[in-house]
T-cell receptor
Framework: GQSLEQPSEVTAVEGAIVQINCTYQTSGFYGLSWYQQHDGGAPTFLSYNALDGLEETGRFSSFLSRSDSYGYLLLQELQMKDSASYFCAVRPYNQGGKLIFGQGTELSVKP | GAVVSQHPSWVICKSGTSVKIECRSLDFQATTMFWYRQFPKQSLMLMATSNEGSKATYEQGVEKDKFLINHASLTLSTLTVTSAHPEDSSFYIC??????????FGSGTRLTVV
């Protein structure tokens, strides 16, 4: 099976940098994705790592290390609107393309 | 970009009745549709995967007779919650994938069973 663990809550202040970690146990997957979800809304795609290393997309960056079974999402220059839940997710091999989500991290950005 | 329209956005129903939720891919062919359920402050839990024209594959612990999924065309999939009970109250989200990959999520349906 697959399990992806994230911290349940993170608090940071505006303008700061925050890192949300995702550690996983899975037999094999195509890549690690990150999604943002505001209360009552749908998940929106943020970033994807197919290979080890860092991917940068504006204020958001994501990192993957398959050898360490670990990834993270880095949010820079935090804004109040970044307060949301963040999920890591994997698409396991040979499972019909389904996406399995981590437990989610609720980020609170304070003034 | 790809858009998935999900309706209704919210619904309140009486215990024992059935509710149908629709997801339509507006500008692409959704070869695969995924249905998730999300309880407050929790993750998205996959309920089932459906491919157009085939029976849905349900995750362990999900009752297929209670959560009926139909994926009759490449642009429409429906989830019917039959004989709904208060414990079925949740946020239901669909996600569509085309043959080119990627996932597009619907806006979700908040179901409240009273």
């Amino acid at each position: 099976g697959q399990s992806l663990e994230q911290p349940s809550e993170v608090t940071a202040v505006e303008g700061a940098i925050v890192q949300i970690n995702c550690t996983y146990q899975t037999s094999g997957f195509y890549g690690l994705s990150w999604y943002q979800q505001h209360d009552g809304g749908a998940p929106t795609f943020l970033s994807y790592n197919a290979l080890d290393g860092l991917e940068e997309t504006g204020r958001f960056s994501s990192f993957l290390s398959r050898s360490d079974s670990y990834g993270y999402l880095l949010l820079q220059e935090l804004q109040m609107k970044d307060s949301a839940s963040y999920f890591c997710a994997v698409r396991p091999y040979n499972q019909g393309g389904k996406l399995i989500f981590g437990q989610g991290t609720e980020l609170s950005v304070k003034p | 970009g790809a858009v998935v329209s999900q309706h209704p956005s919210w619904v309140i129903c009486k215990s024992g009745t059935s509710v149908k939720i629709e997801c339509r891919s507006l500008d692409f062919q959704a070869t695969t549709m995924f249905w998730y359920r999300q309880f407050p402050k929790q993750s998205l839990m996959l309920m089932a995967t459906s491919n157009e024209g085939s029976k849905a594959t349900y995750e362990q612990g999900v009752e297929k007779d209670k959560f009926l999924i139909n994926h009759a065309s490449l642009t429409l999939s429906t989830l019917t919650v039959t004989s709904a009970h208060p414990e079925d109250s949740s946020f239901y989200i669909c996600s569509a994938s085309s043959e080119y990959g990627g996932y597009t999520f619907g806006s979700g349906t908040r179901l409240t069973v009273v």
